[in-house]
């Protein structure tokens, strides 16, 4: 297995001409975007919760695999070579990868929006190859080096972190010791709780359906309390429902419907229709639903409550300028632990095994799986 070279001639010869001030000449120069990249050895990649259901079901949305594709964007690697322009990694530098590469010419890319860009070629979103392989080449700006106290595999949770990191400060604007509750305690889930605690939230309370996960969460300090909703009564009204869920949420740790006791902010990182119909009601005058986890497209919401108490309602995609860098930050400093959420690891060889216990929600030691991190193949030295 050999890495791509980037000093390999672009063309079958250079053209070598006499220079001069009044001389006028043609030449073959290199590829300008060679110059300006990396090629990295992905060492640490987690499974995200993408790469599992285009395995299972092929596509996303509208994303639809069409012929074969590497998976993986959750990733740390070593650096391998650099083009001759970059000065921000060397050789041997070990890095996070911010696996989206952008146009950086649309309007969105030049209004610093770049997550937003409609020609994002985001790894292991078809057409385009993830970074489970043995190199990926990406422009080398997009590789954030890490500090020496923080690990490969730490490195490769960056990305999921920098989802929650996005939504939290860059979306919500979090206001300073704000009540924060976050529906859905998947991986994403938690390290949003983890991210709106490690910013200053005064209280980050965790909603989900599997206690486990809440268990967890609350035991790794990710989170200050959980709740596990009621299951609907016999004859409830669908509508009556949220609700009496939010009014219970409320009574069980004091929060009000104004004031500096209620609910400045909710993030929905389930997608689930129920959720983000109780978010409204559990949010107080003037609060923020910010909208992470991908659902249904098309779901009712009480829009006298979302009027009268003058709600503000947030989408958040991926992440954008100036996320990676906070998020190293705030694992480099110890705010957020992203050890804790490392249950599972497989070399590369056993990724078949990754995957399937993915998607079973358990390894085959039979404990609950929160994330999964696979070797790249360059640990592997039989390949």
Known sequence: MSAPSLSAPVHDEDVSLPTGASNISFVRRPDALRLTVAV????????????????????????????????????????????????????????????????????????????????????????????????????????????????????????????????????????????????????????????AKGLGARKVIAVDIQEARLAFAKEQGLVDDYYLPPKPQEGEAKADYPRRNAKELWQRFGFEERGPNGVDLVLDCSGAEVCIQTAIFVLKHGGTLVQVGMGKPDISLDMPTVITRELTIKGSFRYGAGVYPLAMDLVARGAVNLKALITHRYSFREAPKAFQANMAGKGEDGRPLIKAVIDGPAADEKL
């Open 40 to 195: 990295v050895a992905p060492r640490k990649v987690a499974i995200c919760g993408s790469d599992a259901e285009y395995l299972r079901h092929g596509r996303i949305g509208d994303f639809v695999v069409k012929k074969p594709m590497v998976l993986g964007h959750e990733t740390a690697a070593v650096v391998v070579e650099v083009g001759s322009r970059v000065t921000n990694v060397k050789p041997g530098d070990r890095v996070a990868l911010e696996p989206g590469r952008s146009c950086r010419v649309c309007i969105d890319c030049k209004s610093g929006y770049y997550n937003r860009c409609p020609s994002m070629e985001f790894a292991a979103t078809p057409p385009f190859d993830g970074t489970l392989a043995g190199y990926y080449t990406l422009p080398a700006d997009l590789c954030y080096k890490l500090p020496d106290n923080m690990s490969l595999e730490e490195g490769a949770l960056l990305e999921p972190l920098s989802v929650g990191v996005h939504a939290v400060h860059k979306v919500a604007q979090m206001p300073h010791a704000a009540n924060v509750v976050v529906f859905g305690a998947g991986p994403v889930g938690l390290l949003t709780c983890a991210v």
